[in-house]
């Protein structure tokens, strides 16, 4: 894959996870305007076993700022827990 990991997302998932984002989004929202959204998500599509590549698909109703600022939280949250197994 010769393509740089802030690009697009690959052709591959480009479809799919704008149909799953539309889906998610009006779930989530109810066809609320853009402004008047209440609830964001973001959505992360990469290989499994392909950490070398640093390739991760992300799309988002959300801007890349609000994007940045909930990746923190998780990660900081992920990495305050003590390591588990299993299932959530």
């Not at 640093?54 to 992920?78: H, M, P, Q």
Request: charged content about 30%; some cysteine; overall charge negative.
């Amino acid at each position: 894959m010769s393509e740089h990991p802030d690009e697009k997302i690959v052709a591959e998932y480009h479809d799919l996870m704008n149909d799953l984002a539309r889906k998610l989004d009006y779930m989530f929202n109810k066809g609320l305007k853009r402004c008047e959204r209440e609830t964001g998500f973001v959505l992360l599509v990469f290989p499994f076993g392909d950490a070398a590549s640093g390739r991760i698909n992300y799309i988002s109703n959300g801007d890349r700022s609000n994007v940045v600022t909930a990746l923190k939280e998780i990660i900081a949250r992920f990495e305050g827990q003590a390591e588990m197994s299993g299932r959530a």
